[in-house]
């Protein structure tokens, strides 16, 4: 039997962008140090699980993975449901991967809500003497959306871990501060004889709903 989890919380995160662009070799070598160079577009939606440690908390994180075509409705609702950060990812060596940008990027914002964190991704910094897109390119269209951009290899492993743990850190940052309100608020309620007790580890990705703002910056 399964071992229950003691993580303090437990986000959800979506990884999106063109097919071929590497997402699901991201996840592999962040969850499990794998890489493949032959791997097959994903079929419906897979997700790994990893636990990381942040100010002293532990946080499972759930990672969905879906194929860049995938574009039916149905699944992009309950894709992107309760999501609190998403890897929008491109591929550097290929134009056409960044000018999708602006599409996955309001899919998030329309399906996650505003609140999601962000990370711009461009991935296959190992071959970036042909790239295709400009780092200073990409870097302006993150700067202009709010959202830090990160560039990645999965196959040797270049900022793959620090992708993800920035983004973490950020949900980490942004609902923590809800946390805490909350937590004063139940010490209220508790002055005033109220029953009520709160899980803040199990709260965050059950309120995606009741949140406003999200990822301005990074330190
Ligand atoms: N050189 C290089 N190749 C990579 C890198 N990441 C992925 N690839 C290759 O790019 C191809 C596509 O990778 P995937 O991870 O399957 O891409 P994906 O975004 O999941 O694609 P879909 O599931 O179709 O959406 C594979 O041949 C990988 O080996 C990288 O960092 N560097
Ligand atoms: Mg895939």
Not at 121 to 138: C, E, F, P, T
Not at 150 to 174: K, M, P, W
Not at 194 to 213: D, E, L, M
Request: charge should be neutral; charged fraction near 25%.
């Amino acid at each position: 039997m399964a071992e229950p989890s003691t993580a303090d919380y437990i986000f959800k995160i979506v990884l999106t962008g063109d097919s071929g662009v590497g997402k699901s070799n991201l996840l592999s070598r962040f969850t499990r140090n794998e890489f493949s160079l032959e791997s097959r577009s994903t079929i419906g939606v897979e997700f790994s699980t990893k636990e990381v440690q942040v100010d002293g908390k532990t946080i499972k994180v759930q990672i969905w993975d879906t194929a860049g075509q995938e574009r039916f409705m149905a699944i992009t609702k309950a894709y992107y449901r309760n999501a609190l950060g998403a890897l929008v990812v491109f591929d550097i060596l290929k134009a056409s991967t960044f000018q999708s940008l602006e599409q996955w990027y309001n899919e998030v914002r329309a399906n996650a809500g505003i609140d999601c964190c962000i990370i711009l991704v461009g991935n296959k910094s190992d071959q970036r003497h042909i790239r295709a897109v400009l780092y200073d390119d990409a870097k302006r269209y993150a700067e202009a959306r709010n959202i830090q951009y990160i560039e990645t290899s999965a196959l040797d492993s270049t900022n793959v871990e620090q992708a993800f743990r920035t983004l973490i850190a950020d949900i980490y940052r942004n609902w923590a501060a809800r946390m805490d309100s909350m937590k004063e608020e139940t010490k209220a309620h508790a002055l005033q004889n109220t029953v009520q007790t709160i899980r803040p580890g199990y709260q965050a990705a059950q309120n995606t709903q009741n949140s406003n703002s999200c990822c301005g910056s990074f330190g």
